[in-house]
């Protein structure tokens, strides 16, 4: 059933309140976790079309009543935004779809992005009671956040938070992806003056240029970013701030203060043999300019080779992101190659689970020596060096470790590495009184997300050095709350 179908169903129908209202929670736990309805693996693989379809109504309805009303909803805790979630999901269960929807934007204001990117199997739902007390599947709390907001979106009547009076105070944000639009939302519904700055002509940050819209479509991102224009949060395109803005002007122009979520664009490399062959590229490059600057169009000004036998190097959902990309792009063979085994992938278990039924060839336990090319400087194979699992290390996973005499060769025609990223170093390098790491990470406050400079806050992957977007959000929400509190003292 599409979105729009489920919107004609009936809100009232007596039979829904009187299932609520006699339902026990011994009823409850007889329930099944609802499934998400998915596009067929051999048909999906070949276009951009999102792969999960959502939960039709009468799903919503009946997963909504697995909830156990529990006295202490410990969801909650594993929440960085802080969702109320049991009230958003007993609005539902009450077929007052448009009120959960609003309980969601009380505290995230990307709850259609959430719905879709967000970990919830290691954040809220890990904490929920089926998961904790009766080791069973949680209640499916990503798939409720996504059909809310959904339905509001498909419904016309989307609401937006309340907004306070100006203060006539001005604060800037640098980076438009999630952990600036969470500042950004916050700090306008505090009655501040707020424009975010865009380093690249489209908004979104990682939002669009990182995760493909067989993920996350493109028009649910502008939605999002839609309500917190409407909420009066100002949107200044293709304007690097160190570079197009410095540090001076922003003080000239009445900016008292300034949140960096600029992200963590710098791609990492392995730096072996043969990583500067045509057709090795970072996973950032790749995704940035398929998903942004269409280079699957071949008239495109930045086209991307097409390759038929390509090897992701890496086991995070940015790879997952990337190898699925390439299956869509006509490649016969694309595999995963990780070093460690598939029981240590940090990559969401859907992603993995999709990858595989479209046909992605998992290489786990082999890490890349070098590349070797053509006589036209094309990579053209690579050398895997088998690993086995040694002690764990200081993450805590199992280190991988060489098996002596072990290698492989393997044909390849393109490259993507995907082993991590770190902040653009503009900055920290122009910006005065910020202390960054070996990393270079922002140095803040953990409990304020404030800088060494007093009046900059900085939150997300130029903090965290790579992270997911919630916890991006929770930043910019921390950074917004103790901004205020500061802003009011100074003033």
């Given at each position: 059933?599409?979105?729009?179908?489920?919107?004609?169903?009936?809100?009232?129908?007596?039979?829904?309140?009187?299932?609520?209202?006699?339902?026990?929670?011994?009823?409850?736990?007889?329930?099944?976790?609802?499934?998400?309805?998915?596009?067929?693996?051999?048909?999906?693989?070949?276009?951009?079309?999102?792969?999960?379809?959502?939960?039709?109504?009468?799903?919503?309805?009946a997963e909504s009543h697995r909830c156990l009303d529990c006295v202490n909803p410990t969801c909650i805790s594993g929440?960085?935004?802080?969702?109320?979630?049991?009230?958003?999901?007993?609005?539902?269960?009450?077929?007052?779809?448009?009120?959960?929807?609003?309980?969601?934007?009380?505290?995230?204001?990307?709850?259609?992005?959430?719905?879709?990117?967000?970990?919830?199997?290691?954040?809220?739902?890990?904490?929920?009671?089926?998961?904790?007390?009766?080791?069973?599947?949680?209640?499916?709390?990503?798939?409720?956040?996504?059909?809310?907001?959904?339905?509001?979106?498909?419904?016309?009547?989307?609401?937006?938070?309340?907004?306070?009076?100006?203060?006539?105070?001005?604060?800037?944000?640098?980076?438009?992806?999630?952990?600036?639009?969470?500042?950004?939302?916050?700090?306008?519904?505090?009655?501040?003056?707020?424009?975010?700055?865009?380093?690249?002509?489209?908004?979104?940050?990682?939002?669009?240029?990182?995760i493909p819209e067989f993920r996350l479509p493109n028009d649910i991102v502008e939605v999002e970013i839609e309500s917190?224009?409407?909420?009066?949060?100002?949107?200044?395109?293709?304007?690097?701030?160190?570079?197009?803005?410095?540090?001076?002007?922003?003080?000239?122009?009445?900016?008292?203060?300034?949140?960096?979520?600029?992200?963590?664009?710098?791609?990492?490399?392995?730096?072996?043999?043969?990583?500067?062959?045509?057709?090795?590229?970072?996973?950032?490059?790749?995704?940035?300019?398929?998903?942004?600057?269409?280079?699957?169009?071949?008239?495109?000004?930045?086209?991307?080779?097409?390759?038929?036998?390509?090897?992701?190097?890496?086991?995070?959902?940015?790879?997952?992101?990337?190898?699925?990309?390439?299956?869509?792009?006509?490649?016969?063979?694309?595999?995963?190659?990780?070093?460690?085994?598939?029981?240590?992938?940090?990559?969401?278990?859907?992603?993995?689970?999709?990858?595989?039924?479209?046909?992605?060839?998992?290489?786990?336990?082999?890490?890349?020596?070098?590349?070797?090319?053509?006589?036209?400087?094309?990579?053209?194979?690579?050398?895997?060096?088998?690993?086995?699992?040694?002690?764990?290390?200081?993450?805590?996973?199992?280190?991988?470790?060489?098996?002596?005499?072990?290698?492989?060769?393997?044909?390849?025609?393109?490259?993507?590495?995907?082993?991590?990223?770190?902040?653009?170093?503009?900055?920290?390098?122009?910006?005065?009184?910020?202390?960054?790491?070996?990393?270079?990470?922002?140095?803040?406050?953990?409990?304020?997300?404030?800088?060494?400079?007093?009046?900059?806050?900085?939150?997300?992957?130029?903090?965290?050095?790579?992270?997911?977007?919630?916890?991006?959000?929770?930043?910019?929400?921390?950074?917004?709350?103790?901004?205020?509190?500061?802003?009011?003292?100074?003033?």
């Amino acid at each position: 059933m599409k979105e729009m179908e489920y919107l004609q169903i009936g809100r009232n129908q007596p039979w829904r309140e009187s299932l609520r209202k006699n339902m026990k929670n011994k009823e409850r736990l007889q329930l099944a976790r609802t499934k998400m309805p998915e596009r067929d693996p051999d048909v999906r693989s070949r276009n951009y079309q999102e792969v999960n379809l959502g939960l039709t109504y009468e799903q919503a309805l009946a997963e909504s009543h697995r909830c156990l009303d529990c006295v202490n909803p410990t969801c909650i805790s594993g929440c960085p935004v802080g969702i109320n979630i049991p009230k958003f999901i007993k609005n539902i269960e009450r077929g007052e779809i448009l009120e959960a929807a609003k309980t969601l934007k009380e505290t995230s204001v990307l709850p259609a992005v959430c719905g879709r990117v967000c970990p919830q199997e290691r954040q809220c739902e890990s904490q929920c009671f089926y998961t904790q007390k009766l080791k069973k599947e949680p209640l499916a709390i990503g798939y409720l956040e996504r059909f809310a907001a959904d339905y509001e979106r498909e419904s016309g009547e989307v609401s937006l938070p309340e907004v306070a009076p100006s203060n006539g105070l001005k604060v800037a944000v640098v980076g438009s992806g999630p952990a600036g639009l969470a500042f950004a939302a916050d700090m306008v519904k505090a009655g501040y003056r707020v424009t975010v700055f865009e380093a690249l002509h489209e908004l979104g940050g990682v939002l669009r240029y990182g995760i493909p819209e067989f993920r996350l479509p493109n028009d649910i991102v502008e939605v999002e970013i839609e309500s917190l224009r409407k909420m009066g949060v100002e949107f200044v395109t293709n304007c690097i701030v160190g570079k197009t803005i410095s540090q001076e002007d922003l003080r000239e122009e009445k900016f008292k203060g300034l949140f960096i979520g600029s992200g963590a664009g710098l791609p990492n490399f392995m730096n072996i043999p043969g990583e500067n062959l045509i057709g090795v590229m970072s996973c950032n490059e790749y995704l940035t300019r398929v998903n942004l600057m269409q280079a699957i169009d071949p008239e495109s000004d930045t086209p991307v080779y097409k390759g038929k036998k390509v090897a992701v190097i890496g086991g995070g959902n940015t790879a997952m992101d990337a190898v699925r990309t390439a299956r869509r792009l006509g490649a016969e063979t694309a595999m995963i190659v990780y070093r460690r085994s598939e029981q240590e992938m940090p990559a969401r278990l859907e992603e993995i689970k999709h990858a595989k039924e479209e046909g992605v060839v998992f290489l786990t336990l082999h890490n890349p020596l070098r590349y070797e090319g053509d006589e036209r400087g094309r990579v053209q194979r690579m050398l895997l060096q088998r690993m086995e699992l040694g002690q764990p290390d200081g993450s805590g996973r199992c280190r991988p470790v060489p098996v002596e005499g072990d290698t492989a060769w393997i044909e390849v025609d393109e490259v993507i590495v995907s082993v991590g990223v770190s902040p653009n170093p503009l900055i920290p390098q122009s910006f005065s009184g910020l202390e960054v790491t070996p990393r270079g990470t922002v140095v803040v406050n953990a409990e304020t997300m404030q800088t060494g400079e007093e009046s900059i806050f900085a939150g997300g992957d130029i903090v965290r050095g790579g992270a997911t977007v919630i916890l991006a959000m929770g930043d910019g929400r921390k950074a917004a709350k103790t901004m205020d509190d500061f802003l009011k003292i100074k003033a």
